[in-house]
């Protein structure tokens, strides 16, 4: 598979990922309550979103890293080491100033609780 049409697949994958979230910002929030995944406020790279993306994303060899910033994704694949960027949905870009800003606190990380966003297999 040429670079481009991994790079739209994987794009197209996530943004998929990411609107299946819900189509408000509580939804959002309601949807990864309901998977039980956590996250850290205002780290790209422990974001709450970023546990979700990690967790089936992630579970894919070509993906690196993920982070979520304000108002895209960036999922950095292994080998050859090249970026995806993905636009946030606008229901998950609110949700994650919403997030940033204490609004869903029950979804933020505890010094407890180990890192949510493991991968998972795909069968699951």
């Known amino acids: 598979m040429s670079h481009s049409c991994a790079n739209r697949s994987l794009r197209k994958e996530t943004r998929a990922l990411l609107e299946s ?3 408000s910002p509580s939804s959002v929030a309601g949807s990864l309550a309901t998977l039980g995944i956590t996250g850290a406020q205002r780290d ?3 974001c709450v979103i970023t546990g979700f993306l990690s967790a089936i994303v992630g579970a ?3 993906v690196g890293r993920i982070e979520v910033f304000r108002r895209v994704v960036v ?3 292994r080998r ?3 970026w995806t960027i993905v636009r946030l ?4 870009r609110l949700f994650v100033a919403a997030f940033d800003s204490g609004l869903y606190p ?3 990380r505890t010094a407890e609780q ?3 966003g493991e991968p998972v297999s795909r069968a699951s």
């Not at 949905?89 to 998950?92: D, F, G, H, I, L």
Request: glycine letters at 8%; charged letters at 25%; aromatic letters at 0%.
């Open 21 to 23: 979230l819900g189509n």
């Open 106 to 108: 029950s979804l933020v």
């Open 44 to 46: 790209p790279g422990s």
């Open 75 to 77: 999922v950095t694949r």
């Open 80 to 82: 050859p080491q090249r």
């Open 114 to 116: 180990p890192p949510s």
């Open 60 to 62: 894919e060899r070509r």
């Open 89 to 92: 949905p606008e229901t998950v």
